[in-house]
C-alpha cells in the first residue's frame, strides 16, 4: 500500500478543473417542531475517470447527499461544483441509479435502458440503436425485447445501470446498487461492474453498506460519521487493477478494512454505538 | 373474469432464467404450449359458470311447470327464448339504440374522466374543489334525474346518453385519480434526475401507472352503463330496449320483456368482454397471476 490514507478528509484542497468539488454541503430538515440537522459540512472531492465510495452508518444521511448530487434537492448551504462551476440543484451533471432498480414495468428492456436519452429528447430510434450496442456488455443479449417481470435481479440491476450509462453523464451515482441481492448474486455483479469499469473508466460515486464492496470497487473510500454526517475520514485503496478477491490477502488491505470498521464504530459490541442514531 | 393477453414466457422457469443462452430459443414450441394452455384455462374457467347457468334455468323451468304458475306472472324460460326468438327482429331494432346510446354515452364518460382527472392530478386546488362534487353527482337519484333529462332535451338521444354518462364516469374517474396517485416516488426521483419535466413525467410515468386503475374502473362502469341507457330509455323514448320493456309490460307480456332483458344481459357482457379483451392487450406487459405461470 504506497500513499497513506489521510484521516483529515475535511481539508480543501485546490482542485483542478475536471473534478467534482463538494464544498462544506449543509442540509437539515424539519423534525418534531425544530430544525434535525442531517449533513455538516461534508466535503468532497472526485476526480475524473475515479471510483469513490461513501460509506456510513445507516441512517447517517447517505441518501440525503446523493439527493443533492443527483440535483433532487438543494443544500441549505454548501456547494456542488463540477468542473469549477456551481451545479446546485441541476439534474444534469450526475446520472442516478436508485436504489431500487425502478425499471418501468410497460417497458421492455431496451426501451427501459433508453429513457434517459428519450427524456433528453433523442429519437427513439437511435436511443434504440445506442442501448444495443451495449447490451452484450451488459450480459443482455437476447433479453432485450423482454418485460421487466421476465428478469432475475442480478439482470434488472445491470438493465437500471445500463440505463444510468446511457445519460452520458459526468458522474455515474449509484446509491446500494446491489443490496437487494443475495450475496452470491451479489459478487458476481461487483465482478462484472469491475470488470466493465476497467473498459470505460467511468467516474463513479458508489454509496454502500458493504465495507468489503467499497473496498475491492473502489479507487477511495470516503466514511461518513453518523447523523448529522460529516466526514469522518477517507482511505485510498491502493491495490493494484484488475483486482481480484486476492486482494484481501494484502496486509495493507485487510489494514484498510479494519480502520474502516473503526471509523464506522463497527469494532465495538453494539452495546456502544459511536454516535450512531 | 379476466381475458388478459398471455405474455410469452409463462413457463415457471422463464421469470428467472439467468444465463443469456436458455432466453429467446424454442419460441415455436412456447407459442404451441402456451396456446394450449390458454385454450385448456379458458375452458375451465367456462365449465363451472355454465354449468350452474344450466342448473338454475332448468330448476325455474321445472317450477313453473310443476306449479302451473301463470305465464303473465313468471313464463318459464323456454317460454321466454321462444317468445324472443319470434319477436327477435324488433329485439334487434331495439337494441341497435340502446347500444348507440351506450357507446356513446360510456365515450362521453371515459372523455370527461381523464380530462378531470388531468387537471385534478395537476393542480391540487382543482382537485380540492372538484373531488365533493363528483361525490355528489353520485348522490343524484338517477329515478329522479333522468324523466327531468327528457324534459330538458326531448325524447333526442341525448338525454339516454347523458344518464350512461353520469352513471359510469365515477368509477372510471376515481380508479384515474387513485392510479395517478399510485406512481412511485423513487420513480419519479429518477425522472427528476433525469431531467424530465412535469409533462413528461406525466406522460411516461403517470400515466402507465393509472392503467390497470383505469381499466378496473372501465370494467365496472361498463357493467352500469347498458343499463343505464335502458333506464333512461324506460323514461321516455321512442325506440330502444328500454321503451320496449315498458311497452310490454304494459301488454302484460312478461315473456318479451324477460326476453328484453334477455339482451340486455348479453349485449352487458358483449361489452365487458371487450373492454378485458383491449385491457389485455393494452396491459400485455403486466405479470401473469401466479396461479397461471405455475398452472402451465
Not at chain 1, 136 to 159: A, D, H, K, N
Not at chain 2, 79 to 107: C, H
Not at chain 2, 266 to 286: D, K, N, P, Q
Request: glycine share 6%.
Amino acid at each position: 500500500m504506497g500513499a497513506p490514507t489521510d484521516e483529515s478528509g475535511s481539508r480543501i484542497v485546490t482542485a483542478p478543473s475536471n473534478t467534482i468539488q463538494v464544498q462544506r454541503l449543509r442540509k437539515s430538515f424539519p423534525h418534531e417542531g425544530e430544525r434535525r440537522l442531517v449533513l455538516n459540512d461534508i466535503d468532497l472531492e472526485i476526480q475524473e475517470g475515479e471510483f469513490v465510495s461513501i460509506i456510513g452508518p445507516s441512517g447517517c444521511g447517505k441518501s440525503t447527499l446523493f439527493n443533492i448530487l443527483a440535483g433532487l434537492d438543494v443544500p441549505d448551504a454548501g456547494d456542488v461544483l463540477v468542473h469549477g462551476r456551481n451545479a446546485n440543484g441541476q439534474p444534469d451533471h450526475f446520472a442516478y441509479m436508485p436504489q431500487k432498480d425502478s425499471l418501468l414495468p410497460w417497458r421492455r428492456v431496451l426501451d427501459n435502458a433508453c429513457l434517459g436519452l428519450e427524456i433528453q429528447g433523442v429519437p427513439r430510434k437511435h436511443a434504440r440503436a445506442e442501448a444495443a450496442e451495449l447490451i452484450p456488455t451488459f450480459g443482455l443479449s437476447g433479453y432485450e425485447q423482454c418485460w421487466p417481470w421476465q428478469l432475475s435481479g442480478g439482470m434488472r440491476q445491470r438493465v437500471a445501470l445500463l440505463r444510468t450509462v446511457l445519460q452520458h453523464r459526468n458522474v455515474l451515482l449509484l446509491d446500494e446498487p446491489f443490496g437487494a441481492l443475495d450475496s452470491l448474486t451479489r459478487r458476481h455483479m461487483q465482478n462484472w461492474l469491475l470488470d466493465v469499469w476497467e473498459r470505460y473508466h467511468w467516474t463513479v460515486v458508489l454509496i454502500t453498506h458493504d465495507i468489503r464492496e467499497a473496498v475491492f470497487l473502489s479507487d477511495r473510500v470516503y466514511a461518513l460519521t453518523g447523523r448529522p454526517a460529516s466526514v469522518h475520514s477517507q482511505h485510498v485503496i491502493d491495490a493494484a487493477r484488475p483486482r481480484t478477491a486476492e486482494m484481501f490477502i494484502d496486509p495493507d488491505v485487510a489494514a484498510v478494512e479494519v480502520r474502516l470498521l473503526a471509523a464506522l464504530g463497527a469494532d465495538r459490541p453494539i452495546s456502544s454505538p459511536a454516535g450512531t442514531t | 373474469m379476466t381475458l388478459s393477453v398471455q405474455p410469452f414466457f409463462v413457463d415457471a422457469d422463464g421469470a428467472s432464467s439467468q444465463s443469456a443462452d436458455t432466453a429467446p430459443s424454442s419460441t415455436a414450441l412456447r407459442t404451441r404450449r402456451r396456446w394450449r394452455s390458454i385454450l385448456s384455462q379458458r375452458l375451465g374457467r367456462l365449465l363451472p359458470p355454465t354449468i350452474l347457468g344450466v342448473g338454475l334455468l332448468t330448476a325455474w323451468q321445472l317450477y313453473v311447470t310443476i306449479a302451473k304458475v301463470n305465464s303473465t306472472v313468471l313464463p318459464s324460460p323456454a317460454r321466454v327464448a321462444t317468445a324472443g326468438w319470434k319477436d327477435r327482429q324488433e329485439l334487434w331494432d331495439n337494441m341497435i339504440p340502446t347500444l348507440q346510446e351506450t357507446l356513446l354515452g360510456f365515450t362521453l364518460s371515459i372523455t370527461a374522466a381523464w380530462l378531470l382527472a388531468v387537471v385534478c392530478d395537476f393542480s391540487k386546488i382543482a382537485r380540492r374543489a372538484v373531488e365533493p362534487l363528483l361525490v355528489m353527482s353520485q348522490t343524484i337519484p338517477i329515478v329522479a334525474i333522468a324523466p327531468l333529462f327528457v324534459i330538458w332535451f326531448g325524447f333526442t338521444m341525448l338525454p339516454k346518453v347523458l344518464v350512461v354518462a353520469l352513471v359510469t364516469f365515477f368509477p372510471i374517474t376515481v380508479a384515474l385519480l387513485r392510479g395517478f396517485a399510485s406512481t412511485a416516488d423513487e420513480a419519479t426521483s429518477l425522472l427528476v434526475s433525469m431531467g424530465a419535466n412535469a409533462v413528461q413525467r406525466f406522460v411516461r410515468l403517470r400515466v402507465p401507472t393509472s392503467l390497470p386503475f383505469f381499466f378496473s374502473g372501465l370494467r365496472i362502469s361498463i357493467t352500469y352503463a347498458v343499463v343505464g341507457a335502458v333506464f333512461g330509455e324506460y323514461v321516455g323514448a321512442e325506440r330502444g330496449l328500454g321503451i320496449y320493456m315498458l311497452l310490454a309490460k304494459n301488454s302484460r307480456n312478461t315473456d318479451h320483456v324477460l326476453a328484453a332483458v334477455a339482451v340486455t344481459a348479453i349485449v352487458s357482457l358483449a361489452l365487458y368482454f371487450i373492454v378485458s379483451v383491449v385491457e389485455g392487450m393494452a396491459l400485455r406487459w403486466e405479470r401473469p397471476p401466479t396461479s397461471q405461470v405455475a398452472g402451465s
